[in-house]
T-cell receptor, first 114, second 118 residues
Framework: QKEVEQNSGPLSVPEGAIASLNCTYS??????FFWYRQYSGKSPELIMS????GDKEDGRFTAQLNKASQYVSLLIRDSQPSDSATYLCAETLYSGAGSYQLTFGKGTKLSVIP | DAGVTQSPTHLIKTRGQQVTLRCSPISGHKSVSWYQQVLGQGPQFIFQYYEKEERGRGNFPDRFSARQFPNYSSELNVNALLLGDSALYLC?????????????????FGAGSRLTVL
């Protein structure tokens, strides 16, 4: 059973602080990882993707991938109240016949306190 | 450009009924996937369709079926509804099949159809 594990939280950080979100995965063959943000009652929105070991930065967001430890993280710098949402970690799995699917973790709820 | 559009946005059904959910992908996207998200959980893969053929299926019972039309739109059908089918049903589109979900071929989700089964 391929699994993606996340701490469900809630994770509370003060405004302006760094929020650190973590994710582990079980399939050593996984190559593509994604972070989606989901506001309450809305659909997931892609914010970061990462495919290689190391860091990838995009504005206030940094994704980190460590394939040896099977670990993915998302750092949000200068956290804002508008970053309050559930963050979903996902990996890509090949499901045959040319089909790739996403396997999601349960998500971590982040609250940024003004 | 319109994103992925889904209808209806909300619906209420009773146990044993049948439901049909509809999805139109982003213009130019040929692959449609369906995911189920139960409250408090991450989305779970149900189906992927490409060129009107089922190309991937998740661990869901045969009560769940889908199809894709020549214009790449899709329908998800659920028969004999159970209380546990209450969820947000998400449709996602991607450009093509056979490539990793990366770069220009990432999944983009629609707003979802929220199904409540009483």
């Amino acid at each position: 059973q391929k699994e993606v594990e996340q701490n469900s939280g809630p994770l509370s950080v003060p405004e302006g602080a760094i929020a650190s979100l973590n994710c582990t995965y079980s399939d050593r063959g996984s190559q593509s990882f994604f972070w989606y943000r989901q506001y309450s009652g809305k659909s997931p929105e892609l914010i970061m993707s990462i495919y290689s070991n190391g860091d990838k930065e995009d504005g206030r967001f940094t994704a980190q991938l460590n394939k040896a430890s099977q670990y993915v993280s998302l750092l949000i710098r200068d956290s804002q109240p508008s970053d309050s949402a559930t963050y979903l970690c996902a990996e890509t799995l090949y499901s045959g016949a040319g089909s790739y699917q996403l396997t999601f973790g349960k998500g971590t709820k982040l609250s940024v306190i003004p | 450009d319109a994103g992925v559009t889904q209808s209806p946005t909300h619906l209420i059904k009773t146990r044993g009924q049948q439901v049909t959910l509809r999805c139109s992908p982003i213009s130019g996207h040929k692959s449609v996937s369906w995911y189920q998200q139960v409250l408090g959980q991450g989305p779970q893969f149900i189906f992927q369709y490409y060129e009107k053929e089922e190309r991937g299926r998740g661990n869901f019972p045969d009560r769940f079926s889908a199809r894709q039309f020549p214009n790449y739109s899709s329908e998800l059908n659920v028969n004999a509804l159970l209380l546990g089918d209450s969820a947000l049903y998400l449709c996602a589109s991607s450009l093509v099949l056979g490539q990793k979900l990366s770069g220009a071929n990432v999944l983009t989700f629609g707003a979802g159809s929220r199904l409540t089964v009483l």
